[in-house]
């Protein structure tokens, strides 16, 4: 076991939930069995626009209100999996080849740098890698994200302040992907909501690619309207629809054939169904049917759609940290407060722990003491009457003999006991000479000036003859004696032997 393993093992591991940020609406998921912990609020205008934080005074307060939901300790950190808006990530799976995973870091590092959508130097990103592809001799798909600093440092420092524990940064759309079953063939996924509409393409359970649409970028077409009507979003989402597939069709030479959508529940759905129907045809298949059957057994019947996407990010809250290879968004210095709190808390636990102890065996030696001292008072007077009203002397008597017999085999017993050697370091040391090419069998072991038999197998003639020189070397033993007649050779090649030895000084 590692360090890692251990320090997750000792350490309580925190109960991690989704966190969501839209543009009027926060919300929080935490998974308890099957069941869900949630808590919402809406936003004023102007707090969140196109994906940023514009007054982080009145975000950080909806938090605060937020976290008073969750929690009435209102210094408890709650530790979340943060959900940015689509419109501030983007990501892409590109391939390397086979060769390449001799060193993977250094070839997808100069990928990511290559296709990165803004400067990479201003920019976090994160990659996981999916798996292969028997395409030139085989080719490794790598899943690459990438979201402006800027932006997620933002919503860093708020959740900071208002008493959240950022454990990883993700978007909707690769949360949303958790929740759909490993399915081969393409899924398109579109996802729509107050700050805009989503794209993702989904295969075998893992986000491809995606794309996000923004209001006002919709807004642009339009600029001299206060509003836009159906027909021409229609034609906007279309054309958007169009372009997705068109760039699924030219980077991997295949069609997508189904549609799913995530829609927050307005007389609108329907209308954009039959839309995309009549321009593409798509199979459009409802969301709730392509959850994986764990999550369908799942009491979602009362969640509306708009609670999906901060579902998948509650889930990845499930998963222990060492062994969350979802891509994460939070830069170098999120993860490095990740680990500050992790030991913050290991340190907090176990003072608990020590403290616990400390008082229980404080408790243990107060009532040990008064219950030996009522023992002890309670005796002395029963022997005080025993003396008083016996008129037999030659009782007492006896029971004086016997009491300094017992005296005398308690102190013969602490006299043996102090007598006894501690051989425990000298089989250790034995155990280190043998190192692993060496199986100790059995340890004779006498008085301390008799010598030492030992048995054991060696996996070849030369561990035997390291292991002799070893004992021979030790400046604490002394005799070493390795007769021929005492090793054998078994069948499988394993050999067989018998050593002795004395201890110096002992």
């Known amino acids: 076991m590692n360090f890692r393993n251990l320090f997750n093992l000792l350490t309580p591991q925190p109960q991690v939930g989704g966190l969501e940020v839209g543009e009027f609406e926060i919300r ?14 809406r936003l004023p205008g102007a707090v969140i626009e196109e994906g940023k934080v514009k007054d982080q005074g009145a975000f ?8 008073a939901q969750i929690t009435p300790n209102v210094r408890k950190n709650v530790p979340v999996i943060l959900s940015i808006p689509d419109t501030n990530a983007y990501a892409q799976v590109f391939n390397l080849p086979i060769v390449a995973a001799d060193n993977l870091e250094e070839a997808v590092s100069l990928n990511m740098q290559m296709i990165s959508p803004i400067d990479y130097s201003v920019a976090y990103s994160d990659w996981e890698r999916l798996g292969e592809v028997d395409i030139g001799g085989g080719q490794i798909e790598i899943l690459g994200v990438f ?14 302040e208002a008493g959240f524990w950022v454990v990883a940064v993700e978007f909707p759309m690769l949360a949303l992907s958790r929740l759909v079953a490993s399915r081969p063939a393409p899924l398109l996924l579109l996802k729509i909501n107050a700050g805009g509409f989503s794209f993702g393409v989904l295969r075998d359970g893992h986000l491809y690619f995606n794309r996000a649409v923004g209001w006002s970028e919709i ?19 279309v054309r958007e629809t169009q372009r997705v597939l068109n760039f699924h069709l030219s980077h991997w030479q295949s069609s997508v054939s189904s549609l799913s959508m995530v829609f927050p529940g307005s007389g609108l759905e329907e209308k954009i169904q039959k839309a995309l129907r009549e321009n593409f045809s798509l199979e459009i298949l409802p969301f709730r049917q392509l ?21 998948g990010s509650a889930l990845r809250g499930l998963t222990q940290r060492f062994e969350d290879r979802s891509p994460n968004l939070s830069g170098v210095g999120g993860r490095r407060q990740f680990k500050e709190q992790q030991i913050l808390n290991f340190e907090k636990f176990w003072r608990s722990v020590a403290i616990g102890i400390t008082a229980f065996a404080l408790l243990v030696f107060i009532a040990g003491d008064a219950f030996l001292y009522r023992t002890e008072k309670r005796l002395a007077d029963r022997f005080t009457n025993f003396k008083t009203l016996s008129s037999a002397g030659e009782d007492l008597k006896n029971l004086e003999r016997e009491a300094q017999n017992f005296n005398e085999k308690v102190g013969l017993a602490l006299q043996a006991k102090q007598a006894t050697r501690d051989w425990s370091p000298i089989i250790e ?13 059995r340890i004779f072991l006498q008085s ?8 054991g197998a060696a996996q070849s003639e030369e561990a035997l003859l390291n292991f002799k020189n070893a004992l021979s070397a030790e400046e604490s033993f002394e005799g070493v004696d390795l007769p021929l ?8 090649g394993r050999i067989d032997f018998s050593i002795s030895f004395k201890i110096k000084n002992f």
């Open 28 to 41: 929080f998921a935490q998974v308890a069995g099957l069941s869900l912990k949630t808590a919402s609020l």
């Open 60 to 67: 950080k307060k909806a938090l605060l209100d937020l976290h």
């Open 147 to 160: 979201a402006g600093k800027g932006p997620v440092d933002e919503y860093l420092a708020a959740l900071a």
């Open 219 to 237: 807004f642009e077409f339009f600029p001299s309207q206060t509003r836009v009507y159906f027909k021409e979003l229609e034609n906007i989402l």
């Open 291 to 311: 959850m994986a059957p764990e999550f369908q057994k799942m009491n979602l019947a009362s969640l509306s759609s708009d609670w999906y996407s901060v579902l």
């Open 429 to 441: 040391k034995i155990k280190n000479l043998a190192g692993a090419s060496v199986s100790i069998i």
């Open 448 to 455: 301390p000036g008799a010598p030492i038999f030992l048995t």
């Open 485 to 492: 007649s005492a090793i054998n050779r078994s069948g499988s």
